[in-house]
């Protein structure tokens, strides 16, 4: 898959550092990138790469999947100074994005998993156009997992799809099928021949009538559930088996800031 760094400095920097190159800066420094806030590392080993293909040391980082507190220093790398200055920016942006999805999605599942610990809480595909690769990455190192990574890896039949069919499919197929109900007389329809189903926009006292009933009909049917309120997941939680949720990809970004000095 492609590294977008090369991308993203190209947008920031597409012909040159006109103020480091006007105030004649040469010579080797240092950037600490530090935290104003708690959160969880993320990408870390990602940005790390980054640094090296383009000749600066890592000092330190913190691991991917730790902690880290205010005032904490969670990246550090020395060398050029010119070459500092063109990735300080979207480092910084960078971090404080992956670190904050990573942050939204423990505090989801551990949220979530007090009700019910075998909950699974998986993000969908509706990630920013060209961030998918360390959003998804981001999820994973939180505690959360994929619903889909896109189109071309599972089986989801979805209003949209039922709704422009002009005849009966076979569901048969080497993948699971998950089919997302338009009301509820299809939902107890699909529950016989889906594998998952995808309840979206359901409370957590409607779930907590139909899900049994589902499961009476076909006790091997995993039943999820999507465009819920975070707030109330922990009830949520109780009476499914995953959690579809977009919440991590829209968390705030962390509040960091950066030092560059010479050495």
Not at 29 to 42: D, P
Not at 182 to 198: G, I, K, M, N, Q
Request: hydrophobic fraction near 40%; charged fraction near 30%.
């Amino acid at each position: 898959m492609t590294d977008f760094f090369d991308l993203y400095l190209s947008e920031d920097c597409p012909y040159g550092d006109e103020t480091t190159e006007f105030l004649e800066i040469q010579g080797n420094g240092r950037i600490r990138i530090k935290s104003r806030e708690h959160g969880v590392a993320a990408c870390m080993d990602n940005l790390e790469n980054f640094y090296r293909d383009k000749g600066l040391e890592v000092v330190s980082m913190v691991e991917n999947g730790n902690e880290f507190n205010p005032n904490d220093v969670i990246f550090e790398a020395q060398g050029d100074l010119q070459t500092i200055f063109k990735l300080w920016r979207i480092s910084q942006t960078f971090l404080s994005l992956v670190c904050s999805i990573a942050s939204k999605t423990r505090f989801i599942v551990e949220l979530a998993r007090r009700s019910n610990p075998d909950i699974m809480v998986a993000t969908s595909r509706k990630t920013h156009p060209g961030f998918r690769k360390y959003e998804l990455k981001a999820v994973k190192i939180g505690g959360g997992d994929h619903h889909r990574n896109s189109l071309s890896d599972s089986i989801l039949i979805t209003q949209n799809h039922l709704d422009v069919m002009e005849k009966p499919v076979k569901l048969r197929a080497m993948r699971k099928i998950e089919i997302e109900p338009r009301t509820r007389e299809e939902a107890f329809e699909s529950a016989l021949v889906a594998d998952v189903l995808l309840l979206d926009h359901y409370s957590p006292g409607e779930l907590e009538e139909l899900v049994p009933e589902l499961r009476a009909l076909n006790p091997k049917i995993e039943i999820a559930v999507g465009g819920i309120d975070i707030a109330l997941i922990s009830e949520y939680a109780r009476h499914v088996d995953f959690i579809v949720t977009t919440a991590p990809y829209y968390a705030k970004p962390l509040d960091l800031t950066s030092t560059i000095r010479r050495m």
